[in-house]
Each structure stands twice: as structure tokens, then as C-alpha cells.
């Protein structure tokens, strides 16, 4: 279908689409908010469904890394203040997308971006995407390398390839595999660590006077925080994947409200509790294993799990094995949802810069394809470094919506109360 300009008499396409777009389960209605027709799952599925995506294991990772690199007292200090400020920056961002059923892209275009400022975000966006399926991916194939002994660069393209059947018909296939996948993923991820509290209760003590190469030790050092605070303010823009399934919540009504505000709260900002207990976790297993292991080994949480699974079996392969299916059910999980709002992010950006619009599905090869150069040029390596500069683009980010939907909308009364972009009401020359 396309849209049709009046030109010196003749209706001259003003914007093309393939035929994929017409096809609302594999398009999952990219580019506009999604219509109550569409929206038939309840608010426990969507909840379950955003929380799902939440398995990830770079979160175990970069507790790791940042306790390897900062110590105890920065690595936690940092878990728990940028915790708290990335729940409070999700709460207005996940009501109004989940009340408005509309995607980051048109969140920031209604919260003051404008048409090309949302062209922007949805660039920024993408890259947080692909970065993150990149680093997801790499854990990924280090488990494959550990378990299979499957070298890491056809690992990498193992995992990428892997993903693009699940995503390629959207929040349909989607829901049904975070929601099924979910009860064994919470037993895999919080069984370990009761083993070892019960079995070897000194990791424990052993973690809070872990100072690792840290000038200050296991002491708090103000630099050391800022710097262990850069790389987990990163994990802000996640925020974005989980309005992608807010979107599809039911409208909110007096019979509703208050599952409705218990599934966006936890779904929305929520996600960060979660996010955080698992970068805890990680801090404490690569403090564990660090003294026999290696600093180098410490971050990878493969050799995390396949050490704590190891106190609950006693049988070392048993172990690898059951944390290879955990590691790799998890970033299963992740890199799913990363795929999938990268695709719609970047159906976003090109749709405004070529006024072309050939389909989500054409954008998730684009995506994959990106975060499997990455890792295949060895991002994982880099991880404090990458996560360190992104943190600036995504916090300057975060922070504009924030600002413009609490106080522009909510305190000042400066703008409209409510989301409007009205994309067919926009100047004529820009109009899609």
C-alpha cells in the first residue's frame, strides 16, 4: 500500500511498503501504536512476557566485572544508587507508553523530540540493541566453546543465526516462549545460590572484603564509584525494550486498575530489581571463583554457574552441562526481545530517512547482522569500555523524556497532559 500526494494532477506515492507490512503478526504494528484489536493478551501475559526478557546474563557479567575492577564497596554502592535512579526514570515512561499502547519512538516524538528528534532516538536506540545482543551473544558462545568445544567465531555466528526464526513473527511467538520458559529459568537462576549459602556460607564474607584491583580495596572510593556507576547506567535504555511489550497492554479501566498498575510497574520499572539482584549475584560469583580461576575467567558466567551448579550436583561435567543449558535458555530468552525492538527501532529510523518501509523483518537481518560484527571482533573484551561511553548517549536520552513527560507534562503544565503525535497531521512535506 502506499500513501498518495496530489502532484501537478497526477497521486505520485508519497511513502512505499512492501506487502510484509500488511501481515499485522509479523509486522507487530512498527511504525504506529498498537490497536486495541490487536492487543488480546491479558496483563499477566504481557507482564510475564516483559519480564522474560530480563534472563539476560550480561548482568551477571557486569556485576562481575565491575567488583573485579572497582571492588565490593564501589561495585554494590553503584548496583543500588543506579538501580533506584533507572526505577524512577521508568515509571512515566512505561504509564504513558503503556496507557497510550505506543513504542519509544512515538513516546518521544509526543514528549517533545519532535519528527526528527525521534528520528534520532530511534538510532540511539538501535545501537543499545545491537550492543547488547552482541555482548548476550558472546556469553552465549562461550558456552557453547566451554560445553561443545565449538570455536567461538562460528559460536557467534551460531547464536546470532539462531534468534531469527523466534523473532520473525513477533510479540505472537514471543509470549508464548517467555511465558513458558519462565518458572525453569527463576529455579536455574536462585537455586545455586542457596546451595551456597547452605553448603559454603564464607563466599559470603569473603565477597563484602573482596577488593579485587581496586586502589582502595574493599573501601569505598568516590572515583571508583563513578567509574563502576558509568558502566551499570548503560542498562537505563533498557527501559525501551520493555515499553515494546507495555504497548500491548489491555486499556486501563476501573475493573483493571490495580492489576493494571501491579503488571506495568513490575513490567515497567520493575525490571531493574530483578536486573539488580542479578548483577549482585554476578559480583559475588566472580568473587567466589576469582582466587582459582583467574580475574580473566571471573566475568564469564558460564564459569560462574558451572561453579555454583558444581556445590549443588558434586559432579563436574553434570555441572557445565545443566549451566550450559542455563546460559544458553537465558540469552535464548534475551536476545530474542534484543532482535525484536531492534527491528522495530530501526524500521523507525529508515522509514523517516528513505520514506521506504520494506518491513520489520528486512531490519532484524540488519540487526543481527551488526551485533554479530561485534562480536565477532571481540566486544565482549571490551565490555567496561563500550558500556562505560554508551551510558552517556543513554542517560542524556532517558533523562530528556523523563524531564519533558514529569515536568513539562505533570508539574508545569506546558504541554498536553496526554501523548499526541499525530503523524498525519505533520507539515506537508513530512507528512508519512
Known amino acids: 500500500m502506499s500513501v498518495l500526494q496530489p502532484e501537478r494532477g497526477r497521486p505520485t506515492p508519497k511513502r512505499t511498503f512492501n506487502r510484509w507490512v500488511q501481515n499485522p503478526v509479523l509486522e507487530d504494528y512498527a511504525l504506529r501504536y498498537a490497536p486495541k484489536s490487536f492487543r488480546r493478551w491479558s496483563e499477566w501475559t504481557v507482564m510475564n512476557s516483559a519480564l522474560g526478557g530480563i534472563a539476560y546474563m550480561a548482568d551477571f557479567a557486569i556485576g562481575g566485572s565491575v567488583v573485579l575492577a572497582y571492588g565490593f564497596a564501589n561495585a554494590v554502592t553503584s548496583i543500588l544508587v543506579v538501580a533506584a535512579i533507572i526505577f524512577l526514570t521508568g515509571i512515566p515512561i512505561a504509564y504513558y507508553s503503556a496507557k497510550y499502547n505506543i513504542d519509544m519512538d512515538l513516546l518521544t516524538r509526543g514528549a517533545g523530540f519532535g519528527y526528527y528528534g525521534s528520528t534520532l532516538t530511534s538510532l540511539v ?42 523473532v520473525m513473527f513477533g510479540m505472537t511467538a514471543l509470549s508464548k516462549l517467555q511465558v513458558i520458559t519462565q518458572p525453569i529459568w527463576l529455579v536455574l537462576m536462585l537455586g545455586p545460590f542457596v546451595a551456597i549459602a547452605l553448603r559454603d556460607p564464607s563466599a559470603f564474607s569473603q565477597w563484602t572484603h573482596f577488593g579485587g584491583a581496586s586502589a582502595s580495596g574493599s573501601h ?26 507495555l504497548r500491548f497492554m489491555p486499556n486501563l479501566t476501573p475493573q483493571n486498575r490495580g492489576k493494571w498498575w501491579l503488571a506495568v510497574m513490575l513490567a515497567g520499572p520493575g525490571w531493574v530489581i530483578l536486573g539488580a539482584i542479578k548483577q549482585l549475584g554476578g559480583s559475588l560469583l566472580a568473587s567466589w571463583i576469582a582466587p582459582t580461576m583467574g580475574t580473566k575467567a571471573a566475568d564469564e558466567p558460564i564459569n560462574m554457574y558451572t561453579q555454583a551448579f558444581h556445590v549443588v550436583m558434586g559432579n563436574s561435567y553434570a555441572a557445565l552441562a545443566l549451566a550450559t543449558f542455563f546460559v544458553l535458555l537465558s540469552q535464548i530468552k534475551i536476545n530474542v526481545t534484543n532482535a525484536y525492538s531492534g527491528s522495530l527501532s530501526w524500521s523507525n529510523f529508515f522509514s523517516r530517512i528513505f520514506h521506504t518501509h520494506p518491513g520489520r523483518v528486512v531490519w532484524l537481518f540488519l540487526n543481527v547482522g551488526i551485533a554479530l560484527g561485534l562480536m565477532e571482533a571481540g566486544v565482549f573484551g571490551f565490555l567496561n569500555t563500550v558500556l562505560g561511553f554508551y551510558s552517556n548517549l543513554a542517560v542524556a536520552w532517558i533523562g530528556a523524556v523523563v524531564s519533558d513527560l514529569v515536568i513539562n507534562k505533570g508539574l508545569l503544565k506546558i504541554s498536553p497532559s496526554y501523548i499526541e503525535f499525530k503523524r498525519g497531521h505533520l507539515y506537508e512535506p513530512f507528512a508519512e
Open 220 to 245: 569505598f572510593s568516590p572515583i571508583e564509584f563513578g567509574l563502576a556507576a558509568g558502566v551499570t547506567l548503560s542498562l537505563i535504555a533498557q527501559i525501551g525494550e520493555q515499553v515494546d511489550y
Open 125 to 166: 536506540y538501535a545501537s543499545f540493541t545491537f550492543i547488547y545482543f552482541s555482548l548476550e551473544g558472546s556469553v552465549m558462545a562461550q558456552a557453547l566453546e566451554e560445553f561443545f568445544h565449538i570455536p567461538l567465531p562460528v559460536g557467534y555466528l551460531i547464536c546470532s543465526l539462531v534468534i531469527i526464526p523466534l
